[in-house]
T-cell receptor, first 112, second 113 residues
Framework: KAGVTQTPRYLIKTRGQQVTLSCSPISGHRSVSWYQQTPGQGLQFLFEYFSETQRNKGNFPGRFSGRQFSNSRSEMNVSTLELGDSALYLC???????????FGPGTRLTVT | DAKTTQPTSMDCAEGRAANLPCNHSTISGNEYVYWYRQIHSQGPQYIIHGLKNNETNEMASLIITEDRKSSTLILPHATLRDTAVYYCIVRLNSGGSNYKLTFGKGTLLTVNP
């Protein structure tokens, strides 16, 4: 079974731009979660989607948004990028949200 | 989610057992103990989880104390590839709005040749 895939793997953007990251979950998994990892704050939960509905949201500003499609693929968007948004963005999928989650390799975003 | 406490770092000799402790003294009766690890610059990897009984899989064993206030992850024969940050997480396994993992700082396990 293929694992979680994330595209792109690396991205360089300029302050003020916006970015969209994509995540394809493991086949059959309907829950997709997003996390941000930085050296200073560690791994922090952004939001979780299940059957196209956001069920849980972390403590991030409204510039961070996401969505999930009917095939369970998910995208997250960050608008008006700031230098502090430079991070590894990780996507995780699970069958229904509870239980074990399986992470993708992440997208390394650098904001200059 | 109950808070967990882990040592910042540990060393282990290759081929020996690595025993990683975790304290979760405020765990509630229906919360599970999960372990994940993250090898440098990769996504976290699920290892094992349990409620009250000891668990074993192909990667590791999980020992939970009878009062459930602490647990130990055991890697029976550590290899250099087991060098990673290990996270102990306590969470509900169903229901409510707990569809997230709350990561602490974890334990950096360094396996030495």
């Amino acid at each position: 079974k293929a694992g979680v895939t994330q595209t792109p793997r690396y991205l360089i953007k300029t302050r003020g731009q916006q970015v969209t990251l994509s995540c394809s979950p493991i086949s059959g998994h309907r829950s997709v979660s997003w996390y941000q990892q930085t050296p200073g704050q560690g791994l922090q939960f952004l939001f979780e989607y299940f059957s196209e509905t956001q069920r849980n949201k972390g403590n991030f500003p409204g510039r961070f948004s996401g969505r999930q499609f009917s095939n369970s693929r998910s995208e997250m968007n960050v608008s008006t990028l700031e230098l502090g948004d430079s991070a590894l963005y990780l996507c995780a999928s699970s069958f229904k949200g509870a239980g074990e989650q399986y992470f993708g390799p992440g997208t390394r975003l650098t904001v200059t | 989610d109950a808070k967990t406490t882990q040592p910042t770092s540990m060393d282990c000799a290759e081929g020996r057992a690595a025993n990683l402790p975790c304290n979760h003294s405020t765990i509630s009766g229906n919360e599970y103990v999960y372990w994940y690890r993250q090898i440098h610059s990769q996504g976290p990897q699920y290892i094992i989880h349990g409620l009250k009984n000891n668990e074993t899989n192909e990667m590791a064993s999980l020992i939970i104390t009878e009062d459930r206030k602490s647990s130990t992850l055991i890697l029976p024969h550590a290899t250099l590839r087991d060098t990673a940050v290990y996270y102990c997480i306590v969470r509900l396994n169903s229901g409510g709005s707990n569809y997230k993992l709350t990561f602490g700082k974890g334990t950096l396990l360094t396996v030495n040749p």
